[in-house]
C-alpha cells in the first residue's frame, strides 16, 4: 500500500519507470510519454480496486487514475474485502466481504460472502444479506436497482426496500454481469454459445440473448456510450505459453459485430477491463497467472488511451500477428483486482 | 458310487449357466441411489468422449456434455434406447474428488470416462439450476437442449 504519492511529472515519470522493472514488463514507452498520460488522467476521478493490504488481508482502496493518492476504503483487517463498485453516479460503492483468510475465487468471487454498500468513501459500510445472498450484484443506470444472479435466474431488487421487482431465467449467463448504461441490456459470461466462456448480451424487453464474441471470454464491460462492449478474449497460439496462448483485450459492437483487438502482450494474460466514465481509457489487469491472482497479491493494473489502441507490447510474435497494432504505451499502475472507475469526486471526501 | 444320466448333467449344467447368467446379467438393476438423488436414475452406457472434451485444466473449472445410451431407468421420464446428453463437472477428476464449493453433492467411483463404458447416473435437470460455469459442449447445435447434471456416476 502507497500513501499519498508525489503527483510532479518527473517524479511520476520515474516511478512508473521503477514499476515497469518491478514487474518485468514488456513495455517499451518513453516514460515522457507515460508522464503524459498519468498528468492526462490524474484528476479525472477516482479508481477503486481491491487489493492486498500491509497486514494480508484484502481492503478496497481507492486512488487517482493515474495511481497515485491511494486511500485504504475499507480499513477492516477482520475481513477480505473484494468486488467494488461504483454506481454510476458514483455516489454509492458496493463489494463484497468474508471473514479473514477466505480465499477469493478468480472465478466467484462475484457470489462470496457478504454484498456490502457504502458511500464511495467506504463510510456507513453496511451488509444487504447474508452470506452468498444476491451474487454478482451489479447496478442499474440510475443507482436504485441491483440485477443479481443466481443459479435459478437473474432477479432485479429494488435496492431501498430489498423487493425482487423482476426475475428471469439466466439462459445460460453465469458470472460478472454487467448493466449497460441505457439499462436496457445486460452482458455476462455465458456457457450458451458453443464455448464455456462466451460474452453474450441479454436484451432485457425480450429476454433474447446473442453473443458479442464465443472465444474463450470473460471479464466484460460496457463503453459509456452503450456503443460497444470490452472484454478478455484469449487467443490459443501454438507457438505460446505451451500452445494455450494469452489472454488479450478485445472490443465489438454490443451485437457482436466489428470486433478489435484493444491491448495484447505475451507472457501474462489481461483481465478486468474497465473503461473510463468518458470512454477514453481503459483500465486493465495484467496477470502472470490467469484468473487474476485474487488467490495470491493481485497482479498489477495497466491504464491506456484507447485512441491509441490497437496496441501491443513489443514482441515478435505479437507483431507479426497484429502488423498494424501500435506500440504500447501504458501505465503501470499498483496491483489490484477488479478496478472500477468513476468520474465522481466523492470517493476522495473525508469519512 | 452313483453315476448320473447325461439328462441330469445337462440339466445341472443348465442350472449353474443360468445361475452365472443371472450374476452377470447385463440388464439387472444396481442398488438403487436415495430417492433424492436427482430427478433421474439411470444406466447408460457412455458412446463416446468427443476429442478435446475432457481437459485437465488448473485455474478454471469447467462440466463437459458426454452422450449416453440409456440401456434402463429406474426413475425419471427417461426410456431404454434413449440418447441422453449429461454434463459432467470437472470431468479429468476422478468423481469421488470432483466435488467443490462450485459444485457440491457430486461423487461416484468412476475414476475416468471411457468411451462404452456403462454408467449407473443419478441425473438432476433443469441444468441451470444446479451448474452456473463454463460448460465445453461438443455437440453445440446438434443436440436437443435437454442437458442433464450429473449428481452420482458410478460404474455399473
Known amino acids: 500500500m502507497v500513501p499519498g504519492q508525489d503527483s510532479r511529472p518527473m517524479a511520476q515519470a520515474s516511478r512508473l519507470l521503477v514499476l515497469f522493472g518491478c514487474t518485468g514488463l514488456a513495455l517499451a514507452a518513453p516514460p515522457a510519454e507515460t508522464a503524459r498520460l498519468a498528468a492526462e488522467v490524474r484528476p479525472l476521478g477516482w479508481v477503486a480496486y481491491s487489493a492486498r493490504s500491509p497486514k494480508g488481508d484484502w481492503e478496497i482502496y481507492a486512488m487517482r487514475p493515474d495511481g497515485t493518492d491511494v486511500r485504504n476504503l475499507t480499513n477492516s483487517p477482520d475481513t477480505e474485502d473484494f468486488y467494488p463498485l461504483f454506481s454510476r453516479d458514483g455516489r454509492q460503492l458496493l463489494f463484497r466481504a468474508m471473514l479473514r483468510g477466505q480465499t477469493v475465487s478468480g472465478n466467484d468471487y462475484g457470489r462470496q460472502g457478504r454484498l456490502m454498500l457504502a458511500r464511495a468513501n467506504g463510510a456507513e459500510a453496511r451488509s444487504l444479506g447474508e452470506d452468498g445472498a444476491l451474487p454478482w450484484a451489479t447496478w442499474s443506470p440510475d443507482g436504485r436497482q441491483l440485477l443479481t444472479l443466481q443459479p435459478r435466474g437473474f432477479a432485479i431488487v429494488d435496492l431501498a426496500t430489498k423487493q425482487v421487482v423482476r426475475s428471469f431465467p439466466r439462459g445460460g449467463f453465469y458470472q460478472q454481469p454487467t448493466w449497460s448504461p441505457d439499462g436496457r441490456a445486460i452482458v455476462g459470461v455465458s456457457n450458451g454459445f458453443n464455448t464455456g466462456w462466451s460474452i453474450a448480451r441479454l436484451e432485457l424487453a425480450t429476454l433474447n440473448a446473442t453473443a458479442v464474441s464465443v472465444a474463450d471470454c470473460c471479464t466484460p464491460d460496457w ?73 495470491n497479491q493481485g ?12 496496441m501491443i507490447a513489443e514482441e515478435a510474435g505479437l507483431r507479426r500477428t497484429y502488423p498494424q497494432a501500435k506500440p504500447a504505451t501504458a501505465l503501470v499502475l499498483p496491483a489490484g483486482h477488479e478496478p472500477c472507475w468513476t468520474a465522481a469526486e466523492a470517493p476522495g471526501l473525508p469519512r | 458310487m452313483m453315476s448320473r444320466s447325461p439328462a441330469a448333467v445337462i440339466g445341472t449344467g443348465l442350472v449353474v449357466c443360468g445361475f452365472l447368467l443371472w450374476l452377470a446379467w447385463p440388464f439387472s438393476s444396481p442398488k438403487p441411489f436415495p430417492a433424492n438423488l436427482g430427478n433421474v436414475e439411470v444406466v447408460a452406457r457412455l458412446t463416446e468422449v468427443p476429442e478435446g472434451a475432457v481437459f485437465e485444466r488448473e485455474l478454471y473449472h469447467y462440466a463437459t456434455i458426454l452422450k449416453y445410451e ?13 440418447t441422453i446428453y449429461v454434463a459432467h463437472y470437472d470431468p479429468w477428476k476422478p468423481r469421488a474428488a470432483a466435488a467443490d464449493a462450485k459444485a457440491p453433492g457430486i461423487g461416484g467411483d468412476v475414476r475416468a470416462f471411457v468411451a462404452g463404458d456403462r454408467h449407473h447416473l443419478a441425473l438432476a435437470i433443469p441444468l441451470d439450476d444446479h451448474y452456473m460455469g463454463g460448460l465445453v459442449d461438443k455437440y453445440f447445435g446438434r443436440r436437443p437442449p435437454l442437458t442433464y447434471w450429473a449428481l452420482r456416476t458410478d460404474a455399473d
Open chain 1, 299 to 310: 497482479a498489477p493494473m495497466g491504464l491506456l488511451r484507447l485512441a491509441e489502441t490497437p
Open chain 2, 70 to 82: 440409456v440401456i434402463s431407468c429406474a426413475r425419471g421420464k427417461v426410456l431404454p434406447g434413449d
Open chain 1, 223 to 295: 463503453a459509456p456510450g452503450g456503443d460497444r462492449v470490452v472484454y478478455s478474449r484469449r487467443r490459443p497460439h501454438a507457438g505460446e505459453n505451451g500452445g494455450y496462448g494469452w489472454t488479450e483485450i478485445w472490443q465489438a459492437r454490443p451485437d457482436g459485430t466489428e470486433p478489435k483487438l484493444v491491448y495484447a502482450e505475451t507472457g501474462r494474460h489481461l483481465y478486468g477491463s474497465h473503461l473510463s466514465p468518458d470512454g477514453r481509457y481503459l483500465l486493465f489487469t495484467g496477470n502472470l497467472r490467469e484468473d487474476g491472482d485474487p488467490a
